[in-house]
T-cell receptor, first 115, second 113 residues
Framework: DAGVTQSPTHLIKTRGQQVTLRCSPK?????VSWYQQALGQGPQFIFQ???????QRGNFPDRFSGHQFPNYSSELNVNALLLGDSALYLC??????????????FGEGSRLTVL | DAKTTQPNSMESNEEEPVHLPCNHS???????IHWYRQLPSQGPEYVIH???SNVNNRMASLAIAEDRKSSTLILHRATLRDAAVYYC??????????????FGTGTKLQVIP
């Protein structure tokens, strides 16, 4: 059973560009969350998607947007990239029935470097 | 939002028990206490969670203080594979909502052979 998969694993962009990161949740999971992890810091919550809608959002600007598809996979889009957007972007999935207290399954992340 | 406080780093000898503390003095009655760990170059991994009673699973034990203002993650026999950053997290309506998980900087555990 494949866990959470993310792509690409690494990518380099320049300031002002746009980036799209992809996530496939663990089989049977319909809820996807995205996190940003700067070097030496804990992951910071960006937003969560359930039933193709954004359900909750962290303290991130509108440059960060997302989408969830009918098959529960998800994309994170970041526009007008800044140097400070360089980070590891993590996707986590969970079954909605356990969304309040249950285990989150994380992917290994997409490492974004902005030059 | 309720916050957690953990030591920045800890050391343990291999095959010794490890007690990782977490303070959460502003926890509310509906907040669950979760622990995750992150090995180098990997995403966080769930370890254990609880509400009021102590919990055990194959990975670890979670001891929760009677007033719930602190908790301790117990690794019964540390191995080199347990070297990671351990995060203590609260999940509940008074901690940003169940959906939002707020990580701190965690405790970096070093296991000495």
């Amino acid at each position: 059973d494949a866990g959470v998969t993310q792509s690409p694993t690494h990518l380099i962009k320049t300031r002002g560009q746009q980036v799209t990161l992809r996530c496939s949740p663990k089989s049977g999971h319909d809820t996807v969350s995205w996190y940003q992890q700067a070097l030496g810091q804990g992951p910071q919550f960006i937003f969560q998607y359930y039933e193709e809608e954004e359900r909750q959002r962290g303290n991130f600007p509108d440059r960060f947007s997302g989408h969830q598809f009918p098959n529960y996979s998800s994309e994170l889009n970041v526009n007008a990239l800044l140097l400070g957007d360089s980070a590891l972007y993590l996707c986590a999935s969970s079954p909605e029935t356990g969304a309040d207290t249950g285990e989150l399954f994380f992917g290994e992340g997409s490492r974004l470097t902005v030059l | 939002d309720a916050k957690t406080t953990q030591p920045n780093s800890m050391e343990s000898n291999e095959e010794e028990p490890v007690h990782l503390p977490c303070n959460h003095s502003t926890i509310s009655g509906t907040d669950y206490i979760h622990w995750y760990r992150q090995l180098p170059s990997q995403g966080p991994e769930y370890v254990i969670h609880g509400l009021t009673s102590n919990v055990n699973n194959r990975m670890a034990s979670l001891a929760i203080a009677e007033d719930r203002k602190s908790s301790t993650l117990i690794l019964h026999r540390a191995t080199l594979r347990d070297a990671a950053v351990y995060y203590c997290i609260l999940r509940g309506p008074n901690s940003g909502g169940y959906q939002k998980v707020t990580f701190g900087t965690g405790t970096k555990l070093q296991v000495i052979p």
